[in-house]
Structure formats: C-alpha cells, structure tokens
C-alpha cells in the first residue's frame, strides 16, 4: 500500500495551492481519508478528513472557510485545495487512511509534500 502526496510548494502569504494523493496497492473507496501537517518542532496536526462517501467532513478550526478536502474514489485519490495560506500553515503535508471514523485512528501514511508560506 502506497500513499503519494504532491502539490506542495513554496507559495506567499494569501496564496493558494491544491495537494493531490494518490493512493495505490488497495482500493480506500469505503474508508476515511485524512490530511495532517507537521511543523518543525510541533506535534502532527489532524488537518481535515472525509468520509468514504464524502458525506461528512472534519476540518481543523484554523482552516475552517480556507481549506476545503474531497475525494474521488474511481481515482483512489483524496485532494485538499488550501486558499488564503498563512505562514503558520507552513509544514509537511500528509495523506493518510482512517481505520473507522473521522475522528479515528488513522493507519496508513504517505510520504509528505512540502508547504512553504513566506510572509
């Protein structure tokens, strides 16, 4: 199983970028799937997630209204557009596969993309 997360890059402040991740070895159409961000020298961060049917969704309150997840299940692949970045933003960027709700525990991890917002 392989997660594939790319789009990152290096964006200013009020900019905009859309993470893809492609995700092969097994179909993810009935599970949730995730992002998460690490910053240097702080904790993960639960970034958004989906449900399978994308029905529901989870955002973190600091991406509430810029930050907008969806799926597209024939594609085995889950998207996050980021609108209105901040430098805060700035971190690795990470695709991942729930093991039941949004609020779960999450397994399967890819590799991250990069995030870079200058001020």
């Known amino acids: 199983v392989q997660l594939q997360a790319s789009g990152g890059g290096l964006v200013q402040a009020g900019g905009s970028l859309k993470l893809s991740c492609q995700a092969s070895g097994r179909s993810f159409s009935s599970d949730v799937m995730g992002w998460f961000r690490q910053a240097p020298g702080k904790d993960r961060e639960y970034v958004g997630g989906?449900?399978?049917?994308?029905?529901?969704?989870y955002y973190t309150e600091a991406v509430k209204g810029r930050f907008t997840i969806w799926r597209d299940n024939a594609k085995n692949s889950v998207f996050l557009q980021m609108n209105s970045l901040k430098p805060e933003d700035t971190g690795i960027y990470y695709c991942a596969v729930g093991t039941g709700g949004l609020l779960d525990d999450f397994a399967w991890w890819g590799q991250g993309t990069q995030v870079t917002v200058s001020s």
């Open positions: 989906i449900t399978w049917n994308s029905v529901r969704t």
